[in-house]
């Protein structure tokens, strides 16, 4: 996982909410690997380095997309496997960013990118209280 505020870039370690997701959904959280906790910044070149097959990005879609052409139009991160196999994916922060229900849906919407074959989610369906 991966947003960009204000030029610099972030990421989703050990003990942070978007690296549970991650597991949860049977995903490998490549920046826990890496040995980074929380939700440090990171450079360009950490992200050639981590080498991830999978990039979210969760934040809004106007700046997102901007981060995402800019991955793509990046020379440096080329080799990156996501990159090169066109695998960035924006998500919406509700369900990865905030530590809520809406967990739930971030960890399915995940595992169905992660593995489509083996879940057939729907659209996310909203909570609704009694």
Known sequence: QTSRWSDKIYTAGRNSTEGGIITAAGGI???SEAG???NPT???ESILTM???VILVTQ???SG???IDDLYASKVLSEVSAISNGQIFLLESRYFTTLSQWNVVGV???ATL???DEFAVGPPVAFSSP
């Open 108 to 110: 399915e919407i995940l």
């Open 114 to 116: 992660l593995w489509p």
């Open 36 to 38: 980074l906790t929380g």
């Open 42 to 44: 990171i450079s360009t």
């Open 29 to 31: 959280n490549v920046a």
């Open 51 to 53: 080498n991830p097959d």
């Open 60 to 62: 809004p879609a106007d």
């Open 65 to 67: 997309q901007d981060y």
